[in-house]
């Protein structure tokens, strides 16, 4: 069977973009290695991609999720792209709940940050949580079937070849042919991209690469500024190595998780509607550029990813603020006696800077300081720190306006181009890669 569009990935980019080509009368695929919904245990894999196991926090401000110059949008055309996309989540049933609406609250945090050195970023988000999500994630991928877009579930495409007139998808029991194709596979299959555009002849950029850790910390710390923001946003430049450290998914009582990848294991962070903890965690991630002769980024992150995972035998490194301070490993015994309990419960208590470079452990310990003018508290002795964490979006894909690569009809979209670092983001760059086939196809 021949289809006009094959999507490869089912996170919000593949979803959305499946959403406009059908509605236009196209004859779409998506494939993805992971289950639907309902079956899906994995956090990363599966239809909803890593959004539907994420707690849905949706940002709807141009400014968080991804650089608009760098796909050709304007701030206008890209503000309506993003209400587009919060009006779909709305009728596949998100709560009308949302944060950082009121201005002079946020113009308040704002003047509060300032004053400790740190940018606040303010914008208005949605959070639609955990258990709600998976349900309208559910709804999204019934409404795409009862339209006619064929899923191929359970199914990992292992190469894409270039067809005289199209593309043919391989994979174990899979061979689909298809004249387009959006390669959307979330950051889990960023690697697995890189190495089929290269044998296509996209050469990827490698962009910069965000290199971290989680923090936990007393739920009541954070309070004040969930009022205001519920996933507040805040940057610090570093004394020292003047690096930019930026907080990212806040989780107001919510849980540290594991990721697990071929390779290696990472930390993220959920919370969910119904179960609440008394801890609240964030990433805090430093922002790294490689420069001549070395600027692949993603080989540096797996490389600091695979000794961080040795050195913690194979799962999460556990450590209190204080004893990475000075400069000894958490042991159970000092855990205990945290006032605080990990909420993620695979981890080995350790010693972060036996895994990450010098310079980031320095730049977390300093962005700690400083944030903690603005959230007393934070950088106490108990505050527990678990590594890695690690942003893979630094492949980027040179793309027109439409999200095409230079190889006409390959398009990618959502957080494998190296476009997009969210839910809202990466649906967007899906849509844009939909409307280019649209027009190249008379069907705008
Ligand atoms: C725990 C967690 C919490 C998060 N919380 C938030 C949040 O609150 N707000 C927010 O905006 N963002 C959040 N994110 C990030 C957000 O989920 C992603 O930015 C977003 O899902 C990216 O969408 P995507 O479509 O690019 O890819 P993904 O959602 O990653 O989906 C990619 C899909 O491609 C499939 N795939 C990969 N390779 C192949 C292959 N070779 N063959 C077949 N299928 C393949 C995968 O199985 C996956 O289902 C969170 C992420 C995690 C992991």
Redesign the pocket.
């Known amino acids: 069977m021949r289809y006009d569009v094959a999507i490869?990935?089912?996170?919000?980019?593949?979803?959305f973009a499946a959403l406009e080509l059908v509605e236009a009368g196209f004859k779409v695929i998506v494939?993805?290695?992971?289950l639907d919904p309902q079956r899906r245990k994995?956090?990363?894999?599966?239809?909803?991609?890593?959004?539907?196991?994420?707690?849905?926090?949706?940002?709807l401000t141009p400014r968080i999720?991804g650089d608009p110059a760098a796909i050709g949008c304007s701030p206008g055309e890209l503000e309506a792209l993003i209400k587009e996309v919060d009006e779909a989540f709305t009728r596949y049933g998100a709560p009308e709940r949302y944060s950082g609406e009121r201005d002079e609250d946020l113009a308040a945090l704002k003047k509060k940050a300032a004053e400790a050195g740190i940018e606040f970023i303010a914008g208005r988000q949605r959070h639609i949580g955990t258990s709600r999500i998976r349900e309208v994630i559910d709804n999204f991928y019934h409404d795409l079937l009862a339209r006619g877009v064929e899923f191929r579930l359970g199914?990992?495409?292992?190469a894409i070849e270039h067809l005289p007139n199209g593309f043919l998808l391989k994979?174990n029991g899979l061979e689909v042919e298809a004249h387009r194709v959006i390669a959307?596979?979330?950051?889990?299959?960023a690697y697995?991209?890189r190495e089929v555009a290269r044998r296509l002849g996209v050469g990827p950029e490698f962009g910069p690469l965000d290199v971290g850790v989680r923090v936990e910390f007393p739920a009541e710390l954070y309070e004040p500024i969930e009022r205001v923001m519920y996933?507040a946003k805040f940057r610090v430049r570093t004394s020292t190595y003047d690096d930019m450290v930026r907080t990212f998914?806040t989780n107001p009582r919510g849980f540290v998780?594991k990721?697990d990848y071929e390779e290696f294991v990472l930390v993220?962070?959920?919370a969910e509607n119904d179960k609440k903890t008394e801890n609240t965690n964030f990433a805090l991630l430093v922002h790294i550029e490689l420069t001549d002769p070395v600027e692949d980024t993603t080989e540096y992150g797996r490389a600091i990813a695979k000794l961080a995972t040795t050195i913690g035998g194979g799962r999460p490194i556990l450590q209190r603020l204080k004893d990475l301070k000075k400069g000894r490993r958490s042991t159970p015994e000092r855990l205990r006696r945290a006032p605080i309990q990990p909420t993620l419960e695979e981890y080995t208590p350790g010693d972060i800077s036996m895994a990450l470079p010098h310079r980031v452990v320095m730049d977390i310990v300093e962005a700690l300081e400083r944030l903690d003018r603005i959230i007393p508290g934070l950088a106490a002795d108990g505050t527990l720190i678990y590594a890695p964490e690690i942003k893979f979006y630094d492949t980027r894909y040179r793309v027109n306006k439409g999200m095409e690569t230079e190889l006409p009809g390959f398009y990618v979209?959502?957080?494998?181009?190296g476009h997009?670092?969210?839910?809202?983001?990466?649906?967007v760059?899906?849509i844009l890669a939909a409307r280019h086939i649209k027009a190249v196809t008379g069907n705008a």
């Open positions: 490869v990935g089912a996170g919000p980019a593949g979803l494939v993805d290695k992971g994995s956090i990363t894999c599966g239809v909803g991609g890593a959004g539907t196991f994420s707690d849905g926090k949706l940002n999720g199914t990992k495409v292992e994979g959307a596979p979330g950051r889990v299959g697995w991209l996933d998914c998780v990721e993220n962070g959920h979209a959502g957080d494998a181009s997009s670092r969210g839910i809202v983001f990466a649906a760059t899906g």
